[in-house]
């Protein structure tokens, strides 16, 4: 089992920044996968960004290449979701997941952190 904390949501304006942490708990990492996702009101969960704990490969939406960024802290067992140049589109609750790196489905999962982008 893995259990999942996320925290950093709030409030910003557009083309402030934000940054999201994920602390994990219950495993080490080395063979999972980290994950973002995010779902707006009214709309599915969607994938924002990946990171392969081992390599720290990273693999983003389009939507949010070149303003997101994610990273891990080996020390912490915490990922991050660094959010830069927010757009009022980007007003959604984040998830933080975790699976397998072998596997397909994200098995683990937070709670959700809110992030609200005001125009």
């Known amino acids: 089992q893995v259990q999942l904390v996320e925290s950093g949501g709030g409030l910003v304006q557009a083309g402030g920044s934000l940054r999201l942490s994920c602390v994990a708990s219950g495993r080490t990492l080395s063979s999972y996968t980290m994950g973002w996702f995010r779902q707006a009101p009214g709309k599915e969960r969607e994938f924002v960004t990946s990171i392969v704990w081992s390599s720290g490969r990273a693999y983003y939406a389009d939507s949010v290449k070149g303003r997101f960024t994610i990273s891990r802290d080996n020390a912490r067992n915490t990922v991050y979701l660094q959010m830069n140049s927010l757009k009022p589109e980007d007003t959604a609750v984040y998830y933080c997941?975790?699976?397998?790196?072998?596997?397909?489905?994200?098995?683990?999962w937070g709670q959700g952190t809110q992030v609200t982008v005001s125009s």
């Open positions: 997941a975790a699976r397998g790196s072998s596997v397909v489905t994200y098995a683990y």
